[in-house]
């Protein structure tokens, strides 16, 4: 029959369009999704979370990037980026302090204040400025009160506020690309552990104060006044410190990162005291 063999409209518009975005992949300079569907696609909700278009697209940058397997909302914005599309340029933030490189960041570091940076800023305009250590934090606590207490005289220290942003990977990957050793410290605990194991599956660091041994240290000082906090959750690995994991075990007692604020401002403010 004549025409039986023919390609349906719709799949043939839906990978006609596909491949016309990933000739144009990666973008140089880097540009907003909605942007790039809608210069490419015609449509700027083209390449929206869940269409046709942003699947197989993302499959295709996958297969072009080597970009590992995953899901979730930053899982996909971190594929993106890694061509060059932005997902929430603005939305996904990272905090800083004693960050160089450009005007804006040498004057919040000459102030001694902490500055936010935004995925957009990282991945259009990257500073070539960085230093040898470069410490990492969970909690925004602990980066505040050591703008608190060291102000300018502060070593660079990035916050992840939790798990880590697009924007903080794209920095630390920054970081560590021009060289900088990237130390890390969060709270002991299973949630602690998991932003760890997230974090170095993606980045590489070395511990800050973050071992058995530290945990232990810190269970040994406790105020005995202060009731203990238990451990609860789902226990996972620590790869960086395959004994940490053993003795939360354990214990059964989480030590936030709050708690450890007079050894990590002491690290900042000096000499390292042991921890790295």
């Known amino acids: 029959m004549p025409?039986?063999?023919?390609?349906?409209l719709t799949p043939y518009t839906l990978l006609t369009g596909v491949c016309a975005g990933l000739r144009a992949l990666p973008a140089d300079p880097a540009v907003s999704l909605a942007a790039f569907a809608a210069r490419v696609l015609g449509s700027a909700h083209a390449l929206d979370d869940g269409t046709p278009e942003a699947t197989l697209t993302l499959s295709g940058i996958r297969a072009l990037t080597g970009f590992a397997d995953g899901s979730g909302a930053e899982w996909r914005r971190?594929?993106?980026?890694?061509?060059?599309?932005?997902?929430?340029?603005?939305?996904?933030?990272?905090?800083?302090?004693?960050?160089?490189?450009?005007?804006?960041?040498?004057?919040t570091a000459g102030q001694g204040e902490p500055a936010v940076l935004t995925l957009r800023q990282l991945t259009r305009r990257p500073f070539s400025v960085a230093s040898p250590v470069v410490r990492i934090c969970e909690n925004p606590t602990v980066l505040a009160a050591a703008a608190d207490a060291l102000g300018p005289d502060c070593p660079p220290l990035v916050c992840l506020q939790g798990q880590p942003s697009a924007a903080a990977l794209a920095l630390l990957r920054h970081l560590h690309g021009n060289g900088s050793a990237l130390h890390y410290h969060g709270d002991f605990d299973w949630g602690g552990l998991r932003?760890?194991?997230a974090l170095l599956r993606r980045v590489p660091w070395r511990p800050w104060r973050?071992?058995?041994?530290?945990?232990r240290a810190a269970l040994a000082v406790s105020d005995p006044q202060l009731p203990p906090r238990p451990l609860t959750?789902?226990?996972?690995?620590?790869?960086?410190?395959?004994?940490?994991?053993?003795?939360?075990?354990?214990?059964?007692?989480?030590?936030?990162?709050?708690?450890?604020?007079?050894?990590?401002?002491?690290d900042l403010g000096g000499a390292p005291r042991g921890g790295l």
């Open 210 to 215: 973050y071992s058995a041994a530290d945990y």
């Open 3 to 8: 025409g039986a063999w023919a390609v349906p």
């Open 78 to 107: 971190e594929v993106w980026a890694s061509a060059g599309v932005l997902k929430d340029e603005l939305s996904s933030t990272v905090l800083t302090l004693s960050l160089r490189g450009t005007p804006a960041l040498d004057w």
């Open 233 to 266: 959750g789902v226990r996972t690995d620590s790869p960086w410190d395959p004994d940490l994991a053993g003795a939360l075990a354990e214990a059964g007692i989480r030590v936030e990162e709050e708690r450890e604020l007079d050894l990590l401002l002491a």
């Open 195 to 197: 932003i760890a194991g």
